[in-house]
């Protein structure tokens, strides 16, 4: 790539409007703090330069500046609309240079929170899927023409797990169990039919050419049965991780002591929206990481498919 | 004794109320060593054959021993390569054959296993790509694979169902080359026992020492023809005798003379 297609691109042209917009004089009543905007920003177009150096594939660097793009667009519309125009009241609608510095002194607080909302996720999550995965391998193989499981997990993943919410509160000592319970169901129905319906689906032939290896039960099943079964088995955990995330931060939002989903809920509770903002930014961040994780996962353990 | 020894094998099934024969009192062996062809048209049952050869069909009548015990189910001392390729799609092509490895030679060590799938990769010339998924090969590097796989089990018998079927004429015939080195080997080590399913009647004379023939409806054994051509056969060569088209046409008339006979007489309406 040239230097021009490396350098000279949209973003970097959004990158100086953000700049630019940020001396523009402030509207608000207390400091709008816009100096953490322009450090931010500063911050991503050194990334992004050093990306634009060294990325060999044009369509990278165009997905890439594309997202960063965004973000510029994003920050520019928002310092607009609360500290330099006022559109809504500065206590309702702060502008990001606050939220950013929020975003330090909180940090600490933040870090604690996104480890409980983790911890939660992983314990349910992981749980239902080492638990899911086996016995959906064994009963769809089982019976590979269909069983009455393959209808009551299909019935059973239908129900919104949120409605276990009041129930597991009665019936589990802390809110926290209530919580891992939720996502634990929220996962185990989906995985179970998707690794179910994955083994009724596998192609009889590869079954045949196990055979004729002669290949013992434990083998066919894991060695054989669980990689073919795999692309069906993640479109279930990928499933259940979107709804844990929901339930999760709706769980925390009516009843917890922490966890993301409290601290948002918390903060909007006492007029604080500032943190409120802020709560949702992080949520989706974290969010977005996970997601971006898990996609890497599923495409390294599915690198054979074409 | 035979190496394998078929008798009065009968298959029956009913599929919707229906009743079926694909099977009928079918008996024939082979020897060690020996490579004998099964050749008929579509639906005579010489791919149901070869599937309770390989234990994943249970006849309903008579019975098949192998070197005088009677086959029971799936065995690691027979190979298999079918018409699809049949290998995993999530293992690369040296652990598609280290896996089979794995099944048939057990004692191996994994390092073993992996030797031996590289030695047996070279020798159907696909050292370049080892470590490639079959969604990368082309269909007859996919074949070679499996036929690498079958061979680096180091069974005593090697069943193939059509595996040249899904090919292009360019391919098949370089595969059927590769196979019929790999099969007469150095000279060393004793020869497998081959059955070769196909409908290709040059690649049953290439191939075989001995070609049985099937007919359809019920299916059972029509003829028994022992190929006269001296081995190593060279293709190219061979073709061009007058031995090989006397002899290439009198299988054919024998195939079609069998068709001819089923359909022959009033009822045939044109």
């Known amino acids: 790539m040239s230097l021009g297609k490396r350098f000279l691109r949209v973003t970097n042209l959004l990158f100086l ?35 634009s150096a060294l990325i060999k594939k044009p369509e990278g660097l165009a997905l890439f500046l594309d997202i960063i793009g965004f973000v510029y667009v ?60 086996p016995l959906g391998l064994l009963l769809g ?147 977005v990481a996970i997601s971006f994780l898990f996609n890497k996962l599923q495409q390294h353990l599915l690198r054979w498919k074409k | 004794m035979s190496k394998i020894e078929i008798s009065h094998l009968s298959v029956d099934y009913t599929e919707r109320n229906k009743h079926f024969t694909a099977l009928n009192d079918v008996s024939f062996s082979v020897e060690n060593g020996e490579f004998v062809s099964v050749i008929g048209s579509s639906g005579c049952g010489k791919s149901t054959l070869l599937s309770i050869l390989e234990g994943i069909r249970h006849p309903s009548e008579g019975s098949i021993l192998i070197d005088g015990e009677p086959v029971r189910g799936t065995g690691n001392d027979r190979g298999v390569v079918f018409q699809n390729y049949s290998l995993f799609p999530w293992m690369t092509a040296r652990k598609n054959v280290a896996f089979g490895v794995k099944q048939a030679r057990p004692k191996l060590s994994k390092a073993e296993r992996f030797r031996v799938a590289d030695e047996f ?15 990368q090969l082309s269909g007859g590097m996919q074949q070679r694979v499996a036929i690498a796989r079958a061979l680096a089990m180091d069974t005593d018998i090697l069943l193939m169902d059509e595996p040249f079927g899904a090919i292009d004429a360019k391919n098949r015939t370089i595969l059927q080359e590769l196979l019929l080195k790999l099969w007469e080997g150095d000279g060393k080590t004793a020869k497998k026992t081959v059955l070769f399913v196909t409908h290709d009647i040059d690649e049953a004379i290439l191939l075989s020492d ?39 046409n009198r299988l054919l008339s024998l195939f079609y003379g069998d068709i001819g006979d089923k359909i022959g007489g009033d009822e045939v309406v044109l």
């Open chain 2, 121 to 135: 990769l070279d020798r159907v010339g696909l050292d370049a790509f080892k470590g490639k998924y079959p969604s």
């Open chain 1, 141 to 287: 193989w089982k019976a590979r023409v269909g069983n009455a499981a393959t209808y009551i997990s299909k019935f059973l993943s239908a129900i919104p797990p949120i409605v276990y919410i009041p129930y597991g509160i009665a019936l589990l000592p802390t809110f926290r169990s209530v919580s891992v319970m939720v996502i634990f169901l929220a996962t185990f129905w989906p995985v179970l039919a998707s690794t179910m319906s994955g083994v009724l689906n596998v192609e009889q032939k590869i079954i045949d050419s196990a055979r004729v290896l002669n290949v013992n039960p434990f083998t066919m099943l894991f060695s054989v049965i669980l990689p073919a079964s795999l692309p069906q088995i993640f479109i279930g955990c990928n499933q259940g991780l979107t709804v844990s995330f929901i339930l999760l931060t709706s769980a925390e939002m009516i009843g917890a002591r922490d966890g993301l989903g409290y601290y948002v809920k918390n903060y909007s509770d006492f007029g604080d929206y500032t943190r409120t903002i802020l709560g949702i930014i992080v949520i989706g961040i974290v969010v």
């Open chain 1, 17 to 51: 409007i953000l700049v630019a917009v940020q001396f523009l004089p402030d509207r608000t009543a207390k400091p709008a703090e816009c100096l953490n905007v322009l450090w931010f920003a500063i911050g991503l177009e050194i990334l992004v330069l050093i990306v």
């Open chain 1, 74 to 133: 994003f920050l520019i519309l928002w310092t607009l609309a609360s500290a330099k125009l006022m559109w809504l009241k500065e206590t309702l609608f702060p502008p990001p240079g606050r939220v950013f510095a929020q975003f330090i002194t909180d940090f600490p607080k933040i870090m604690v929170n996104i480890q409980s909302s983790l911890s939660i996720i992983i314990q349910g999550y992981l749980l239902a899927a080492l638990v899911s995965i």
């Open chain 2, 210 to 248: 001995r070609i049985v023939m099937m007919s359809a409806s019920p299916g059972r054994v029509y003829k028994e023809i022992i190929v006269p051509f001296s081995r190593p056969r060279n293709r190219s060569e061979l073709v061009q005798t007058p031995e090989y088209s006397a002899f290439r």
